[in-house]
C-alpha cells in the first residue's frame, strides 16, 4: 500500500525551504506519494504558544549558522536570509493552493521557495507572484483573481487548524499517517516512517 | 593536528543524554579530543531568554516521541521520560567536574546518564549520587565533599558564562574550535567539522 507524506509548508519559513528541496526526492525513494499543503505559520505560532527561533538572539545567530550548513549538505546555493525577514507571505501561500488545484503544486512550490530564498525576490509583491505562477505554466491574472475568494482562503486557513489539532507546532511539518515530525533536521524519521511496514 | 570536540552538557537534558551516548564514538571516529564541559542549563536559559521546549504543551509532546526515535535510531533502551521532569541537577553537574578532575569523567557521564534516563535514579538525591561515584572508582565521601567547595562551585558558573558568552543557548551545546553547534541532532554537523582541514 502506497503511503501518503504530508508536508505542511508556509513560504515563510527557511527550514520548510530546506525541506521542499528533498521531499521529492524522499517520496521518490520510498515510493510514497507526496501531498503539498501549504499553512500559515504565524497562525501555528500563535496556536500553540510557540515562538519563532529568531525571538531568542543567540538562537537567530546559531539559527543562520546552521542554515548555512544544511544548504550546503544539500547542495544548494549558499544561504544568505532575505531581506525583510520574516516577510509576507499570505498570498504566495494561497496561490500555493491555486497551483496544487491546478496541478502545479511542486513546480509552483520549487519555484516560489528559489524565488524567496536562493533570488530574494520579494514573495509579498503580486508582480512577483504573477511572473512565478505565469513561470510555473499556470495563467497568473486567473490564479491571482483566485487566490482573493473565500474557498481559498478558507483552504488555507483549514490547512492550518487541520496541522494544529494534529499536533504542529512549526514548520516544516510533515505527517506519515497520523505520525507527526517537526523540523527539516526529522526528515530522515521521516523517510525511515515511509519504509516501514 | 588533533581537534577537540568540546560537550557542554547538563544531567537533567535529555538531549544531551542522548548525544552522551554518541560523542565518545564521535571522538574517536574523527581523532578528535572530547572535552566534557558540564553546564547549568537553567541559567543558559535564563541568560539567553530562550525557554524548554516542554513550555509548548504541543512541542513537549512531539518531544517525546522524537526522544523515543532518537533512542531507538541510536540503539539505546526504550526512552521514558523521568519523573520529575526537570529534575534538580545541580549536585550532579557538581560532581561531574569533580570525576572529571579525577580522570573518572567519561565513566561519570555515561554512568550518571544512564542512572537518570534508563534507569530513573533521582540525580538530585545524595545517596544516589555516592553510589554512582562508587561505581566509577571515585571516594564518594571525598568526591561528595568537594561539590561543597567554592572552586568547583565558581568552576560550574564559569563553564556555564562561558557557553553563553561564546553563543549557547540550550543543551547539548558543542564547540568545534569556534564553531557552535547546538542540538543532539546537530552531531552529524560536528563530525564533519572535526572531519574538515
Redo the contacts between chains.
Sequence with gaps: MTKTLEFFFDFTSPYAYLASTQVEAVAERTGATLRYRPFLLGAVFKA???SPPL?????G??ML??LG?WAE?YGLPPFALPSPFPFRSLEANRLALVAIEAGKGKEFVARTYRAGFVEHAELSDRAVLARLATEVGLNAEEALAKIEQPSVKDALRANTEEA?AR????APTFFVGD??F??N??LH?VERALREG
Design positions: 500553540t504558544g510557540n525571538m531568542v538572539p543567540a538562537k545567530l546559531h549558522k546552521d550548513r549538505h494544529v499536533g504542529s507546532f512549526g505520525e507527526l517537526v523540523g533536521d526529522r524519521f
